[in-house]
């Protein structure tokens, strides 16, 4: 047996599957029903310990390792990021088309424990009372590591590539500040006839060559990359048109002035609720974030894109005058929602249409 100890002493006994060591870091859940290939392999999620709120995990096992245009076809990066997994109910017997291995194997091939047999609606209520927590997986018998609280490093840093990568495919040339992006971002550009420049975190863009700039999402506080929202601070005394994406959008909102926050316990699922700011158009959108932008210290240039329907909190920041916005939740969703997906044609309609004021000048 294993178990689950929450930073308050909360022991939660299960079995335990994939890798056999112990963990800690910051204990998070996810509300989706599916998708978690895409979501272990999240870079969002580093440092963190997943608790799945969906019963039944594991039954259409983890499709094989296909690379597409350098990208990895059914996964959000070439690894599993997650600390550790919790879960209620695991299926070792799985079914799938694509289907190549168990979840346990491949959970082990990354030497990422999991635990199963607790009820993780349980943990969650903790957690939505509570707030985040911090939390370690260890064998029953054991307990030989502390707590470990992952936002305490530049998690960016770890996630980020280390040196530029070019996915051609199109005239625009998009510069992707890589803070820890999901593949489906670049799927997503590429499909739009873009050429993408993929630079490390901290890559200094300021004079380079591009089109339009996306700031993609990543893992921790906003406050470890402010290297990034200085370069940032830089480019929007430029008219290039720029697109941030979670953790893009509170780098942009601090390049902007505004400054962010921890949220209780962070938005993370397939099924967030968001307004567009000045309409009635909802959407249902996947999140996983922890820290949020303070609408309040938004300056006089700026204004919300977008507000969760669930406890009012920022989703999402424009400029008024300039080609300049970002999203708090993931339009690029994969798997699904994909409701925002327009986001992106929006995005390369304003780099074609910046493209073209330059031409006629």
Known sequence: M??????????????????????????????AMTGYPESLTDPSYKGQILVLTY???????????????QLSEYFESDHVHISGLVISSYSAEYSHWNALESLSDWLRENDVPGLSGVDTRAITKILRERGTMLGKLVQESEDEIGFYDPNQENLVAKVSVKETMIYPGGESKILLVDCGVKNNIIRCLLRNDATVIRVPWDHDFTTDDYDGIIVSNGPGDPQQCKVTASHLRTALEQEKPIFGICLGNQLLSMAGGASTYKLKYGHRGYNQPVLQAGTNHAYITSQNHGYAVDNATLGDAWEPFFLNLNDGTNEGIRHKTKPFFSTQFHP??????TDTNFLFNDFMALVKKQKEGLRGT
């Open 332 to 337: 690029e969703a994969s798997g699904g929602p």
């Open 55 to 69: 019963p039944l995990i594991g039954n259409y096992g983890v499709p094989g390792r296909i690379i597409k245009e």
């Open 2 to 31: 294993a178990q689950l100890i929450l930073d308050d002493g909360t022991l939660f006994r299960g079995k335990p599957f994939g890798a056999n060591r112990p963990v800690a870091g910051e204990v998070v859940f996810n509300t």
